[in-house]
């Protein structure tokens, strides 16, 4: 079993910056792909970026140059910096352990002035 716990959401300025992390539960994190995903209101849950156990990276065309994502295995911890954040970014965010079932709690991230 597997628990992930998002933080780091907030309201934030359009081309502002936010970090969001991801702690997990759990000796057995490292073997995982992991990845961020988020829901806008009205909208399907997407997937944003994910990354590998190698730390292979990939992102979503909507948000690459803009977002990167990372992971520190002896923290158990995955992130997702946003950089130059738009309106169109606002949504609950997810961290997630790919071709699992398991996800976060989501946090909400807000761009708006």
């Known amino acids: 079993q597997v628990q992930l716990v998002e933080s780091g959401g907030g309201l934030v300025q359009p081309r502002g910056s936010l970090r969001l992390s991801c702690a997990a539960s759990?000796?057995?994190?490292?073997?995982?792909?992991m990845g961020w995903a988020r829901q806008a209101p009205g909208k399907q849950r997407e997937l944003v970026a994910s990354?590998?156990?190698?730390?292979?990276?990939t992102y979503a065309r909507s948000v690459k140059g803009r977002f990167t994502i990372s992971r520190d295995n002896a923290k158990n911890t995955l992130y997702l910096q946003m950089n130059n954040l738009k309106p169109e970014d606002t949504a609950v965010y997810y961290c997630?352990?790919?071709?699992?079932?398991?996800w976060g709690q989501g946090t909400q991230v807000t761009v708006s002035s």
């Open positions: 997630r352990a790919i071709s699992t079932d398991y």
């Open positions: 990354i590998t156990s190698g730390g292979t990276t």
């Open positions: 759990g000796s057995i994190f490292s073997i995982y792909a």
